[in-house]
């Protein structure tokens, strides 16, 4: 695929989504997939899986063809999913592709190996966190790319780290999925820490620098192009040294190119991308009236500061060449409050900050 490569590509502009790279998993709080949902998760799935390719073949029971047909009628624009699938695939004999047996065979090895060794290194975790609940410090807010295990970049254990994984780590207030994702983590499970992780190389974040030559037609296209418009709103509009660079440049080529993996301009967006999310996010509803809860009011007798709700955003960026994380330094906290210390090493902060935060004093 493409966009996990550093190689620059010619590609069809038509279909640029396509150089989004890899994890093909969505996370939401409670599973759960619905074709009209115009949600990350429903985005993701069809980003995940060509259309033609999620139908059975299966000549022999015509009525498990028509089940799944009713189980995915139509799609964007009104189109029928099943246009597009030949007949002859779906009359062909049932088979499994040796590539699919030996992945799925791959996750059931890993399955078990996962299992001896929590048993051997972590008795009882699995058990207690299943009996006595979660209660992780930490949301992560980061990308569904398949190069970032979040457990594994920080060795965290299970319970620790809520996740809500979309392509480009994005956050939207309107996009149901994000907001319950949130506001389950702040209200219910009573994160102290939201953190939006952004990478670098991201597909979502390279399919939005390549210029549209027209409204997108086919159905992956529509869902994944209208997810990603905010980071092309950013690419278009921010006044970031490097990306305007790259702006210009590219307005006079005649082919839309990928960028590499090292492109200043693709690790600037990046980086914009991230702040603008942890800015979407600080000014949340649910946030905003968290940090409006966790300022003392004159009592008696006095209230106990650490009683009081808190919440951290933070923006961080990870590199998938070396697994390092960097700290953005666009952390925000409750009004009043200091900012908890971040070991983290710090990315200098570049001009063209997209928008203002609001949480202090602002819109909230
Ligand atoms: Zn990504």
Sequence with gaps: MLGQSSKSATVNVVRPYAAAAGRTSSKTYAPAFNSTDTTGAAITAQYAYPTSKRLSTRSSAPQKLHIQAELCPTTLNGRSMLASTPKSAMRGPTYMTKRARSTIAELFRGNEEYMASMSKDNPGLLATLANEGQRPPFMLVDCSDSRVNEQGIFSAQPGTIFTAGNIANRFDEDDLNSNAVLSFAVETLKVKHVVVMGHYGCGGVAAAMVPLTGPP???????????IEPIRHIYETSTREEIVAHREKHKTLPLAILPRLHDPAFRALVE???????????NSAVVCELFAASVPVPSSPPIDPDTLPEIYIHGWVYDVENGKVSDLNVSVGPPGRDLPFSPFPVIPPAGGAVGECKAHGGGC
Aim: charged share 25%; hydrophobic share 40%.
């Design 217 to 227: 037609k086919r159905p992956a296209d529509v869902a994944v192009q209208g997810w």
């Design 272 to 282: 914009e991308n991230v702040k603008s999310n942890v800015q979407k996010i600080a």
